[in-house]
C-alpha cells in the first residue's frame, strides 16, 4: 500500500472531482473577481467550504488564513495553491502509512463500520495488494449475520487469490476469529483480514460483539489486533463524524478508512473527521477498483481536492 503507481494521482484527482469541482471553480471566481478580498468574498469561500462539509470551524480558520493573502489579479492557480496548503495545515500529522506486512507476523487486521460503509470491499482490496506482493492472505468472514455477506467476501478472496474462513450464517464471529488466529499462527500466514458485521440487533450488541472479537484475538495473539480499521462512508457527511465519535469511545480504533470519496462533492468531511479522531487516517476510496484504494497523504488529497497537479518528490 505504499508504492505509488503510475496514474495514481490521476485516479485520486478523478475520484475527489466532484469535491474539487464544487469548491475551486466557485472559489477562484470569489477571488478573481474580487482582488481585494472583501469581507463578501470571504463569506462566500466560508460558505462554500461549509458546504463542502468541512465544518463551521474549520471552514472559518481557513477563510481567515486566505483573507492574509494577496492575489495577484486573475491568477486562480496562486487560489489553489492557498487554499490547498490552508487545507493541508488542517491535516497535518493526521495521516498514517498502513502495511501490515512491515508488523509481526501473522499481521491481524480488522475491519470495523457501521452497514455499508464499504469494509468487505476494502478488505478486498486490501488482500488482492497484499497477495499482489506475495503475501499469504487468509481472508475471515467475521460477518456471520448476513448469508449474503459471506458470500460477497468468497468472491473477493478468490479474486484475490487469498485463502478464506467462513462459517453458517448466525455463528459466533468471536469463535471464528478465534480459530483464524490459531491457524494462521501454525500455518505461517503473513496477514489475517477479519471482517465483521455493520448491522445486529442494536449498536451496543454491535459494540460488545466487536469487544468480544477483539478480546478473544488477544487470548491467541499477543498485541493483536495490530490493525482495527474503522470504515466510513464519505457520502453520508456529518453522519460519518458520529460514527467516529461512537466507535472511537470505545478506544479500540487504529486508524480511520474513508470510503466513496468520488461519490461526493463534500468530500471536505474529511477534514473535520481528521481532526476530531484519535486515530489517523490510513486509506482513502476513490472508487470501486482494486486501484481506487489509497494510502492516505494529506498535501497530495489537498492538492488532488482543489484540482492541482502533484508536487514533484
Ligand atoms: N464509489 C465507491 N464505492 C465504494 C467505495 N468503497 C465501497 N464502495 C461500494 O459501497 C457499497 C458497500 O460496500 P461494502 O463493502 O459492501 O460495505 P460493508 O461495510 O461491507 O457493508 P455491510 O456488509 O452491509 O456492513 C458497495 O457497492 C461497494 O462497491 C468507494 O471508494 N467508492
Ligand atoms: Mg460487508
Known amino acids: 500500500m505504499t508504492e505509488k503507481k503510475p496514474g495514481w494521482f490521476s485516479r485520486l484527482t478523478q475520484g475527489l472531482s466532484k469535491t474539487s469541482q464544487q469548491l475551486t471553480e466557485q472559489v477562484t471566481s470569489v477571488f478573481v473577481a474580487n482582488k481585494a478580498l472583501d469581507a463578501a468574498a470571504l463569506e462566500e469561500l466560508e460558505d462554500m467550504l461549509i458546504e463542502s462539509d468541512f465544518g463551521p470551524q474549520i471552514s472559518a480558520t481557513i477563510a481567515a488564513k486566505m483573507a492574509e493573502r494577496k492575489f495577484a489579479d486573475n491568477d486562480p492557480n496562486a487560489v489553489k495553491e492557498a487554499l490547498a496548503a490552508a487545507i493541508a495545515d488542517e491535516l497535518r500529522g493526521r495521516e498514517e502509512g498502513f502495511d501490515p506486512l512491515s508488523g509481526p507476523k501473522p499481521n491481524i487486521v480488522l475491519f470495523v463500520g457501521v452497514n455499508g460503509s464499504g469494509k468487505t470491499t476494502t478488505l478486498g482490496k486490501i488482500a488482492a495488494s497484499l497477495t ?182
Request: aromatic content about 4%.
Open 132 to 313: 499482489a506482493r506475495g503475501a499469504k492472505v487468509l481472508i475471515v468472514a467475521g460477518d456471520t449475520f448476513r448469508a449474503a455477506a459471506v458470500e460477497q467476501l468468497k468472491v473477493w478472496a478468490e479474486r484475490a487469490k487469498a485463502d478464506f474462513m467462513g462459517r453458517k450464517t448466525g455463528a459466533d464471529a468471536a469463535g471464528l476469529a478465534y480459530d483464524a488466529c490459531v491457524r494462521a499462527k501454525e500455518e505461517g500466514y503473513d496477514v489475517v483480514l477479519i471482517d465483521t458485521a455493520g448491522r445486529l440487533q442494536n449498536k451496543q450488541q454491535l459494540m460488545d460483539e466487536l469487544l468480544k472479537i477483539v478480546r478473544v484475538i488477544k487470548k491467541v495473539i499477543d498485541g493483536a489486533p495490530h490493525e482495527t480499521l474503522l470504515v466510513l462512508d464519505a457520502t453520508v457527511g456529518r453522519n460519518a463524524l458520529a460514527q467516529e465519535q461512537i466507535f472511537g469511545r470505545q478506544a479500540f480504533v487504529s486508524g480511520l478508512v474513508m470510503t466513496k470519496l468520488d461519490g461526493t462533492a463534500r468530500g471536505g468531511i474529511l477534514v473535520p473527521i481528521a481532526k476530531a479522531s484519535d486515530a489517523p487516517i490510513k486509506l482513502i476510496g476513490v472508487g470501486e477498483d482494486i486501484e481506487d484504494l489509497q494510502p492516505f497523504r494529506a498535501r497530495e488529497f489537498a492538492r488532488s481536492m482543489v484540482g492541482l497537479e502533484p508536487l514533484g518528490e
